[in-house]
């Protein structure tokens, strides 16, 4: 894109990463000087379709305002500084810029989450924070929706989150290359890049991704150790502090204020040097019933004195 005018590039997103950033440069540069149509008579998709999703949890603030908000507990668990913890969640349930996005049926208390997401485009395993920012393709927009509700009480199981994330996170405008922020790399590599989100046009949160505990520098690498990152895989800096999420802001001011999302609610999330990201918050629609698990006794059950097929399905409220 140059100013507001979308060029086309003769190649997927798939092959562009693949191809790695100096060859897609190349092609960026070449397209410029072909067709091209004007960005308001363009409708953005997501920017690409992720092998994978890891989503981390990058920031200080952040994790203190939601302990607080969850269980009442005050400060950050030794364990965050140790290492930067992610989670993976769902490629197949991404959208992009405009999108209408519908929460869970069950959901009662959603909540968006303010984060910039690397993209990776050169594969390594075991990355090395000197190589780590050469595998970093580019920058985009991340909005992890949360259904805290649903969140918070699979997690009281020890494992998750599930399906408090898994069904929407969305991605845009659009990829910014990593070369158009190398001016704005600090000696340790972090970047110091404006994030604010808006809620029906009223400022909920602001931060900047300087704030990070560790650089993307940092998640490349241990995303990548022990293990394989590739074209295409997505890394989540996590929810940016000073009300990245209304969550944060529960836990500060005691009730939920802000009320959580309702269908109608606008989301506008702009990071400095990306651009924005705005999506709508949709209904629910009707989902298929799981039943609880059943009671068993194991005891009678080693002693050959119970049949599981006698007990009763346990009510889960």
Known sequence: MRGDRVHAVPVSMEELLSAGLPRALDLGSA??????????????????????????????????????????????????????????????????????????????????????????????????????????????????????????????????????????????????????????????GFLDLSCTVDVNDRRVGHDSLANMGWSFDALVAYASRDSWIHPGDVLGSGTVGNGGCLAELWGRRGEQTPPPLQAGDVVTMTVEGIGTLENTVGTSHAVPEVPPARVVDHRRIRDGRADVRSHPWKVVT
């Not at 072909?34 to 890891?54: H, I, K, N, Y």
């Not at 993976?88 to 984060?115: H, I, K, M």
Request: net charge negative; with cysteine; aromatic share 10%.
């Open 31 to 188: 397209a410029l000087d072909g067709p091209s149509v004007a960005l308001d008579e363009v409708s953005l998709l997501a920017p690409l379709q992720p092998s994978t999703m890891r989503d981390f949890v990058a920031f200080e603030e952040h994790v203190e305002g939601v302990r607080r908000s969850v269980d009442g507990q005050v400060g950050v668990v030794d364990a965050w500084y140790e290492a930067p913890r992610f989670y993976f969640t769902n490629p197949y349930t991404v959208s992009g810029p405009g999108a209408v996005v519908a929460p869970p049926a069950a959901c009662r208390a959603l909540d968006f989450e303010l984060e910039v997401a690397a993209i990776i485009g050169t594969s390594g395993r075991d990355v090395t924070m000197a190589d780590a920012h050469r595998h970093v393709f580019g920058y985009t927009i991340l909005n992890d929706w949360s259904a805290r509700d649903i969140q918070r009480r699979e997690m009281e199981v020890g494992l998750g989150p599930a399906k408090g994330k898994d069904f929407a996170s969305t991605l845009g405008p659009w990829i910014v290359t990593a070369d158009e922020f190398h001016s704005r790399r600090d000696t340790d």
